[in-house]
């Protein structure tokens, strides 16, 4: 069974500062994996996916992700933080013979403080 | 390029009804996914369609049902609605590997 991780329920900020959003997965098989962003009353909105090549991949908003295969980690990162990026951020994960059903972590909360 | 689409935006049923729920996929997706997300939580997976056939199922038992349409729209049938069925219900359309959700429909049982 494929799982996602991701263990702060909230992370605080200031405006300018560098955040990130840390995720890990457990799949079997070669990993495809994704951040999502939630607004309040909203649907999910994608940021950014790794499926293979580069370990670091861009996204939307000045987003960026780093896959860690070892560490079997997807953290998602931005070099400097806007008020507007306060949101629910979800990582999320493909694997193995599960094709087409995403798994989602729990959810962290973003806050940036201005 | 209008994106996916659900409706209603919210619902509200009782105790033992039945719902339907409707999502429009975006334009040239073929597959359309619904998530079930309870308040706190993150999706989880109830079904996937493609081909007008469901494709894969996640751990939701057989009072949830899904119809997909020759033109890829797909509806969520819930039976027996529960206490624990009120969350926001999320559709999701793909052509490949990306899913592009929908606002979803806030369902809340009484």
């Known amino acids: 069974a494929q799982s996602v991780a991701q263990p702060e329920d909230q992370v605080n900020v200031a405006e300018g500062n560098p955040l990130t959003v840390k995720c890990t997965y457990s799949?079997?098989?070669?990993?495809?994996l994704f951040w999502y962003v939630q607004y309040p009353n909203r649907g999910l909105q994608f940021l950014l996916k790794?499926?293979?090549?580069?370990?670091l991949v861009k996204g939307s908003y000045g987003f960026e992700a780093e896959f860690n295969k070892s560490q079997t980690s997807f953290h998602l990162k931005k070099p400097s933080a806007l008020v507007s990026d306060s949101a629910l951020y979800f990582c999320a994960v493909y694997g193995g013979t599960s094709y087409g059903k995403l798994t989602f972590g729990q959810g962290t909360i973003l806050t940036v403080h201005p | 390029d209008a994106g996916v689409t659900q409706s209603p935006t919210h619902l509200i049923k009782t105790r033992g009804q039945q719902v339907t729920l409707r999502c429009s996929p975006k334009?040239?997706?073929?597959?359309v996914s619904w998530y079930q997300q309870a308040l706190g939580q993150g999706p989880q997976f109830i079904f996937q369609?493609?081909?007008?056939?469901?494709?894969q199922r996640g751990n939701f038992p057989d009072r949830f049902s899904g119809h997909q349409f020759p033109n890829y729209s797909s509806e969520l049938n819930v039976n027996a609605l529960l206490l624990g069925d009120s969350a926001l219900y999320l559709c999701?359309?793909?052509?490949?590997?990306?899913?592009?959700f929908g606002p979803g429909t806030r369902l809340t049982v009484t």
């Open positions: 790794y499926i293979t090549g580069d370990n």
């Open positions: 334009s040239g997706h073929d597959t």
């Open positions: 799949v079997s098989g070669n990993p495809y």
């Open positions: 999701a359309s793909s052509l490949g590997l990306e899913q592009y």
């Open positions: 369609y493609y081909e007008e056939e469901e494709r």
